[in-house]
């Protein structure tokens, strides 16, 4: 089948973008608005983002969308590398102060530092997202199908904990590799500090950013397979606003 511009499957409101420039302007304008109408009001609103090459088209659109207060968004971020010294470029933290964080003028940022207690870490971060609700998470979804550092078959869609120490899989690893964060599997950790699924569905806005050909399978199966931790990225359709946009390569249905 051909999929439209945009089309609902499973839920999700799925739109197919003409290039990966295309596709970042769209998700940044629909997190702009989210943004626009949070703050109005003189309120504030609360952000989750993930540190991935395939988000870098969409933050570059952020960064230069008009007429939002950044003094009064917060932000975080959704996992991070345990056991890299804290000036490793590979660092997810500082991947976004690159990207985003040092080019805006947020209100406040918090970052995931494992340190010494990775465990302690991952409680301290769960206490500081839940002060308050999350407006807005922009998230990728992994070859492997997760979300976050939530790998199969062990995500988990209940899981108890908003926060914690994770192992990594083996595709997990290598896509680090092969979007060239890493020279070797090697030298990718084997373990990282993520946001859990449950924590992640809790956030009023799911704006989801997923080009390239290598994630095309992964989009078909969190559309179309049995939501489950084979594939976590099918526990998108369980959100009540999620949406997901491609680029031509990464659409399974073009």
Known sequence: MTLPASAPIGGIDVQVHPSRAAMGRA?????????????GDGGSARMIFAAAPSQAEMLDALVAEPGIDWGRVTAFHMDEYIGLAPDAPARFALWLWRHLFDRLPFGAVHLIDPGKDPAAAAADYARALARAPIDIVCLGIGVNGHLAFNDPPVADLTDPLDVKVVELDAVCRQQQ???????????????????????????????????????????????HDRIGAACPATALRRHPAVTLFLDPESNPHG
Do not use: N, Q, Y
């Open 27 to 39: 998700a940044a304008s629909v997190v702009a608005a989210k943004l626009r109408r949070r703050l």
């Open 177 to 223: 590799v092969d979007d060239g964060c890493f020279p070797t599997l090697d030298s990718v950790p084997t373990h990282a500090i993520t946001l859990t699924l449950p924590r992640l569905l809790r956030a009023d806005r799911l704006v989801c950013v997923v080009p390239g050909a290598a994630k095309r399978e992964a989009v078909r199966r969190a559309l």
